[in-house]
């Protein structure tokens, strides 16, 4: 079974001075394997497009076996998704690479998942928005006591369409 390597990394410190007077940054890695019963479903789903046997299925079958498995990518993402694994550009993938290209996606929805119940954290009023009062509050019980030009700043630099507030989009856009 392969596994799939994603690198990052992280800032920490053990004060909030430190972390703003240094840039102590470590390389981390996070290994996603697949289960038994996971990568049998993924082995019969691509076996099932692998038509003439060689261990390869078109790239173009790839969205077959991805909806079969309870994914709904749009084109753009799907192609994104095979010109990741597929280098070579044969319109072919192994199943190696189509493994890779799922893990992939899995990861990814984990991420977005992740990202939408910060966004709820700070959404405590449910509009579907994060405003300066939402920021205030949440700092406040985590304890990290920010000024009011400091959330500003951060309601700044995510709010997109300049109206003040944080929609979920923004959110979702925000990287650190």
Same mark, same amino acid.
């Given at each position: 079974?392969? #596994? =799939?390597?994603?690198?990052? /990394?992280?800032?920490?410190?053990?004060?909030? #001075?430190?972390?703003?007077?240094?840039?102590?940054? @470590? #390389?981390?890695?996070?290994?996603? /394997?697949? =289960?038994?019963?996971?990568?049998?479903?993924?082995?019969?789903? $691509?076996?099932?497009?692998?038509?003439?046997?060689?261990?390869?299925?078109?790239?173009? &079958?790839?969205?077959?076996?991805?909806?079969?498995?309870?994914?709904?990518?749009? @084109?753009?993402?799907?192609? =994104?998704?095979?010109?990741?694994?597929?280098?070579?550009?044969?319109?072919?993938?192994?199943?190696? @690479? $189509?493994? /890779?290209?799922?893990?992939?996606?899995?990861?990814?929805?984990?991420?977005?998942?992740?990202?939408?119940?910060?966004?709820?954290?700070? &959404?405590?009023?449910?509009?579907?928005?994060?405003?300066?009062?939402?920021?205030?509050?949440?700092?406040?019980?985590?304890?990290?006591?920010? =000024?009011?030009? #400091?959330?500003?700043?951060?309601?700044?630099?995510?709010?997109?369409?300049?109206?003040?507030?944080?929609?979920?989009? &923004?959110?979702?856009?925000?990287?650190?």
């Amino acid at each position: 079974m392969e #596994e =799939t390597v994603v690198s990052g /990394t992280i800032a920490y410190s053990n004060s909030e #001075e430190d972390l703003n007077q240094s840039s102590k940054v @470590n #390389e981390i890695k996070a290994k996603l /394997t697949l =289960t038994n019963a996971q990568e049998q479903d993924l082995r019969e789903a $691509f076996n099932l497009l692998d038509y003439t046997g060689e261990g390869k299925i078109r790239a173009e &079958d790839f969205r077959v076996a991805i909806k079969a498995l309870g994914y709904e990518p749009t @084109n753009e993402e799907l192609q =994104t998704m095979i010109r990741a694994v597929d280098k070579g550009d044969t319109g072919k993938l192994s199943f190696e @690479n $189509f493994e /890779t290209a799922i893990m992939r996606k899995i990861m990814a929805l984990d991420s977005d998942g992740d990202i939408m119940k910060s966004f709820r954290l700070f &959404d405590d009023d449910d509009s579907g928005f994060i405003n300066f009062e939402n920021v205030k509050k949440v700092s406040q019980i985590l304890g990290t006591y920010l =000024t009011d030009e #400091e959330i500003e700043e951060m309601i700044d630099d995510a709010d997109k369409d300049f109206d003040g507030l944080v929609s979920c989009d &923004d959110f979702l856009l925000v990287r650190l």
